[in-house]
């Protein structure tokens, strides 16, 4: 099956756009800055916290960086004037890491600056195994001059324990996942329990440091680990929050949400929202296969 799946994975490109429109819709607000603002006003309707990200990684030309940073100022000034909930999350190699490091991190440093006018927030997402060190120095730069700003740690990274006790130290806004990239066996742990039980391992030193956590997981057994912990340590829920992605398990949300805790639904838009379909189902090809399927049964 992991052959198949691979094989399907490097013909994604040759599927019709469409079609793969077809399997994105449910997990993408949309292209445009107003697809993205009904979707939160949807959200927040129904209790739920929102994280706006604008699709793009990569980026090859500043320019695609600095149109980044205006849609981003443009989205947080909507999100004010409309008073909704939803804070934002970037990539750092769409705001230029793998261009300049300087460059990015004057990047982020813009883009804070208009967040904390407006109150807000901004968590760097982490992205493969290659930018983990270049991310997380950003990170404690701009915390010398910022308190809204968080990073992202994957329960899959070997290094992660070491990672998460920094930050613990620093009492860091994180958010905790699994990960989606896969990396070689040496970088990450490739057995699903072990991801599993690293997860539980990294949110409790995160959790009993005091950091405020984002607990971002759609396994079920992980999120009755993650109660389990908020009730031994009494922790309150505005101490930490759930997080799922747009698209994903809504019962179970509901459910989570329905319990008393605070979730948070991360929602993407975009016109970039084909090449990222296309990236992220290459760099996981174990779900290909389920997400062809998923198009031609829709």
């Known amino acids: 099956m992991g052959a198949f799946d691979s094989v399907i994975a490097a013909s994604l490109p040759l599927v019709p756009k469409p079609l793969v429109r077809v399997f994105s819709k449910p997990y993408v607000a949309g292209e445009t800055l107003s697809d993205q603002l009904r979707v939160i006003q949807e959200l927040n309707a129904q209790g739920f916290m929102v994280a706006s990200g604008i699709l793009g990684e990569f980026v090859t030309r500043r320019e695609e960086s600095e149109q980044a940073i205006r849609d981003y100022q443009q989205c947080l000034d909507e999100i004010a004037a409309r008073k909704l909930d939803s804070n934002i999350h970037t990539k750092p190699t769409h705001l230029g890491l ?18 904390k006018r407006s109150g807000n927030f901004m968590r760097m997402d982490m992205e493969d195994s290659p930018c983990i060190d270049d991310t997380l120095e950003l990170y404690f730069r701009l915390r010398g001059d910022f308190d809204n700003v968080g990073v992202v740690i994957q329960a899959r990274m070997r290094r992660s324990l070491a990672d998460v ?90 459910t989570v949400r329905s319990q008393g805790h605070r979730l948070r639904v991360a929602v993407p838009f975009g016109p970039n929202w084909y090449p990222y379909s296309i990236r992220r189902l290459r760099k996981n090809p174990a779900i290909a296969g389920y997400v062809l399927k998923a198009v031609f049964k829709s």
């Open 98 to 115: 793998k261009l300049d490091k300087e460059f990015c991190y004057q990047n982020m440093r813009r883009i804070l600056e208009h967040a």
């Open 165 to 254: 006790r920094k930050l613990a130290a620093a009492k860091a806004n994180v958010r905790l996942c699994k990960g989606v990239y896969l990396e070689p066996r040496d970088v990450a742990y490739t057995d699903f329990r072990i991801i599993q039980e690293n997860y539980v391992m990294l949110l409790e030193e995160l959790l009993s440091a005091g950091c405020y956590v984002g607990i971002a997981t759609h396994d079920e057994l992980l999120i009755w680990q993650a109660c389990r912990l908020i009730d031994r340590l009494g922790l309150k829920p505005h101490q930490y929050e759930f997080q799922m992605l747009h698209g994903v398990e809504p019962m179970l949300r509901r």
